[in-house]
Nanobody, 126 residues
Framework: QIQLVESGGGSVQAGGSLRLSCAAS????????VGWFRQAPGKEREFVATVGRNAGWTKYADSVKGRFTISRDNDKKTVYLQMNSLKPEDTALYYC???????????????????WGQGTQVTVSS
């Protein structure tokens, strides 16, 4: 088991950028796939991006492709979500999640991620 703590959220105007961090504690972080999910008020939580054990193995939701970049630094036990060209519809509570059983297919389903952080709020104003 690992513990996850998100940071980096805040308020920004449309077109701006933010970088979210997901810091992990515990052993064997490099064995975990880590994903970002978000939940807007009144909506279900949705997939944003995920990175596998190999930092080059990534997957994005169509809504953020080309604007968001997920990366990981295993030495720092941290996964980042660089968010550029932010839109008001990106406003949500952003969660990171991790699972060490995701091996051959990067999952976009929240049900496949066992460990979750508490979330960090991102608000984009028009």
């Amino acid at each position: 088991q690992i513990q996850l703590v998100e940071s980096g959220g805040g308020s920004v105007q449309a077109g701006g950028s933010l970088r979210l961090s997901c810091a992990a504690s515990g052993w064997s972080f490099s064995y975990y796939a880590v994903g970002w999910f978000r939940q807007a008020p009144g909506k279900e939580r949705e997939f944003v991006a995920t990175v596998g054990r190999n930092a080059g193995w990534t997957k994005y939701a169509d809504s953020v492709k080309g604007r968001f970049t997920i990366s990981r630094d295993n030495d720092k036990k941290t996964v980042y979500l660089q968010m550029n060209s932010l839109k008001p519809e990106d406003t949500a509570l952003y969660y990171c999640a991790a699972d060490r059983t995701i091996l051959t297919v990067l999952s976009i389903s929240q049900d496949d991620y066992e460990n979750w952080g508490q979330g960090t709020q991102v608000t984009v104003s028009s």
